[in-house]
């Protein structure tokens, strides 16, 4: 999908070469945050995206920290609630946790225990789609929650990292695509 909105979207991301490693191409959204009227565009592309794909969701779901950018303005756009994913000790009522591999090491994600229902219909959103690990967890909890996971939207993804093999069966919805 070639249009305005998404041309305009690449146009304010900023690459940083060797950030936080070198031979990283790091994608800075923060450009993206300070660009008035940007963040509402995407919030309203992602609705509309929704409608398309026929997922209807009851809550969004996102891990911190941009997950909790654009997951709060999208189900208030929406009329549904949101879920925030914490790190582990972040979250002040019981929780579930999971633990989830990382290229160098392991990490771990908390979610309330009350806060989704049974078969309520979840989409996750993040900013970014590398590898999966975090999307992989954050579906993980939802499906403890026996939440249903429609699917998961990002504003970026990086190509060629094998993240929607690690993320099956949940489908990604990207915005930008940009090569690993």
Not at 18 to 23: Q, S, T, V
Request: hydrophobic share 45%; aromatic share 6%; glycine share 8%.
């Amino acid at each position: 999908m070639d249009d305005e909105l998404l041309t305009r979207i690449k146009a304010t991301i900023r690459t940083v070469p060797d950030f936080p490693i070198d031979g990283i191409m790091f994608r800075d959204i923060t450009p993206v945050l300070g660009e008035p009227g940007l963040v509402s565009s995407i919030t309203d592309r992602f609705a509309e995206d929704l409608q398309q794909l026929e997922w209807y969701p009851d809550v969004i779901v996102g891990p911190e920290a941009r997950g909790f950018i654009f997951g709060p303005l999208l189900a208030d756009r929406l009329g549904c609630g949101f879920v925030p994913v914490r790190k582990p000790g972040k979250l002040p009522a019981p929780s579930r946790r999971v633990e989830y591999s990382l290229e160098y090491g392991s990490n771990a994600l908390e979610m309330h225990e009350d806060a989704i229902e049974p078969g309520q219909k979840a989409i996750i959103i993040d900013d970014l789609l590398a590898t999966g690990g975090t999307i992989s967890a954050c579906a993980r909890l939802c499906e403890e929650s026996a939440a249903i996971v429609l699917g998961a939207l990002f504003l970026i993804e990086l190509d060629g990292l094998g993240a929607r093999e690690t993320i099956a069966p949940v489908e990604a919805h990207s915005l930008v695509t940009y090569p690993a």
